[in-house]
């Protein structure tokens, strides 16, 4: 079974996503970033989601770290949660 590792920054707003996201895009430092600005508990991690499998995330989650290209940052997007900044790190 696929296995991947990511790590996000979940935000209330689709705006405070699009400036953290040009912040990273300036070279910012994702753990760092995500330790100032997520309200996720993974926060305190900067951000690390840790290893899953699919179907473990929500499905927006899901689509993003076992669809889209590795180490690059996508989004925002939107769930029940807010708005998420996602980068996997490793997909296999």
Request: with cysteine.
């Amino acid at each position: 079974m696929a296995r991947a590792a990511a790590r996000h920054i979940l935000v209330k707003t689709k705006e405070e996503a699009e400036q953290i996201k040009q912040l990273l895009a300036n070279g910012g430092d994702f753990t760092k970033l995500a330790k100032k600005h997520s309200i996720c508990s993974t926060a305190k991690r900067g951000g690390d989601l840790g290893e899953f499998g699919p179907g473990k995330m929500v499905k927006a989650v899901d689509n993003v770290v076992f669809k889209k290209p590795v180490l690059k940052v996508h989004g925002p997007v939107k769930t029940k949660f807010g708005y998420h900044l996602i980068e996997t790190i490793y997909r296999n």
